[in-house]
């Protein structure tokens, strides 16, 4: 038989409040630590299929195909990743003249210019334009990734395969692995190279040789410039350069021309 005095009960209820007391303190103890303080962010997500990611720069654009455009992957990351030649180094200069009516059509392709173009691709045009500027002399773009549905355009024009890809057999512009481009000197003004872009005729041509000395060497100097990265030259037109690489796949992709959001 157990019997409990009045003194007794007291002292029982006291220590029935003691320990409530503590167990509910050690209860807010256990939420607080589970919640952590509330100024302190979430541990970040890591993503291993994205690629790295250079925090130098942290702009992001968003594309008409849902696509997010990241800043410049470094070497090693994914070759495929689109890079904006523009956001990326824009000491680089650009006319890209398909967003123009200065073209060989008179006819405005691209709602706007913007130069993107694969990773692999992208690292080895900054590397000329880098070489370049070692001797006061840089880049200019005239025409980079070009998606399918322009390529389209084009053809609707000039359904003509010695001036324009077929959109059925895909360029390598609409895999962002070619580019359009002359060498501009420390002025921005574009070396003598005998012809203008998009000049569609013989003298235009690698072969073609009855041109001053100097347009032979500009000519020389952007050949072995490219060539030395890998790219290719087309035999009919001076300023087109492609990575051969069908690794890298045609794209329908197209570009925002809004603000920077
Ligand atoms: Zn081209």
């Known amino acids: 038989m157990c019997r409990f005095s ?11 409040k003691s320990i409530q007391v503590i167990l509910l303190a050690l209860c807010c103890t256990l939420i607080a630590c589970q919640q952590g303080p509330s100024d302190t962010p979430p541990p970040a997500q890591t993503d291993t299929n994205q690629p790295t990611v250079d925090t130098s720069s942290q702009d992001t654009l968003p594309l008409h195909s849902g696509y997010q455009l990241k800043t410049f992957p470094s070497a090693g990351a994914n070759d495929t990743a689109w890079v904006d030649l523009g956001l990326e180094r824009p000491d680089i200069l650009q006319d890209i003249r398909y ?3 200065n073209n060989f059509m008179k006819l405005q392709i691209y709602d706007c210019g913007r130069c993107l173009l694969r990773a692999k691709v992208a690292r080895r045009v900054i590397d000329a334009h880098d070489e370049l500027q070692k001797e006061g002399l840089g880049l200019k773009m005239f025409d980079c990734y070009r998606p399918l549905p322009a390529q389209q355009k084009l053809w609707d024009k000039m359904p003509d395969a010695r001036y324009v890809t077929p959109p059925s057999k895909g360029s390598y512009h609409n895999r962002g692995s070619a580019v359009d481009l002359t060498i501009v000197d420390s002025l921005g003004r574009e070396l003598d190279m005998g012809t203008d872009f998009d000049f569609f005729g013989s003298k235009a041509y690698h072969t073609y040789t009855d041109l001053p000395q100097q347009v032979l060497d500009n000519r020389k100097r952007l050949l072995q410039l490219m060539q030395a990265r890998g790219f290719s030259p087309t035999r009919t037109e001076w300023w087109h350069y492609a990575l051969y690489d069908k690794r890298l796949p045609l794209s329908s992709m197209t570009w925002d021309c809004k603000p920077n959001l």
């Not at 009045?6 to 029935?16: D, F, G, I, W």
């Open 6 to 16: 009045p003194e007794a009960k007291v002292q029982t209820y006291a220590n029935m």
């Open 99 to 101: 967003a123009s009516t």
